[in-house]
């Protein structure tokens, strides 16, 4: 089994940064992506980044060109840098992993952390 655990969620200023991570553990082998999910309330999840194991990257249209994925899979430990925070990110964060290629749809990830909340105040 696969556990993932978030962190680095928290209160910040629109304009301002936070970095996420997300970390890995369990039977984990090598050869899989991860991806970073989001849902505000009364939204559905909606698909942020994601990262395959060789380090390609996708963005969500939203969030291209002001968040910034990576991993470090010594540490099987994945990242997603938040610049230029606005409101609308406002979110809870859920780390995804799945075996393959990165997928920007939420259903083929297995495995799923419990979520970090981030809010961003106007």
């Known amino acids: 089994q696969v556990q993932l655990v978030e962190s680095g969620g928290g209160l910040v200023q629109a304009g301002g940064s936070l970095r996420l991570s997300c970390a890995a553990s369990?039977?984990?082998?090598?050869?899989?992506?991860m991806g970073w999910f989001r849902q505000a309330p009364g939204n559905e999840r909606e698909f942020v980044a994601a990262?395959?194991?060789?380090?390609?990257?996708y963005y969500a249209d939203s969030v291209k060109g002001r968040f910034t994925i990576s991993r470090d899979n010594a540490k099987n430990t994945m990242y997603l840098r938040m610049n230029s925070l606005k409101p609308e990110d406002t979110a809870v964060y859920y780390c995804?992993?799945?075996?393959?290629?990165?997928?920007?749809?939420?259903?083929?990830?297995?495995?799923w952390g419990q979520g970090t909340q981030v809010t961003v105040s106007s």
């Open positions: 990262i395959s194991w060789n380090g390609g990257t």
């Open positions: 995804a992993l799945r075996y393959g290629t990165p997928e920007t749809y939420q259903a083929l990830y297995g495995y």
């Open positions: 369990g039977r984990t082998f090598g050869g899989y992506a």
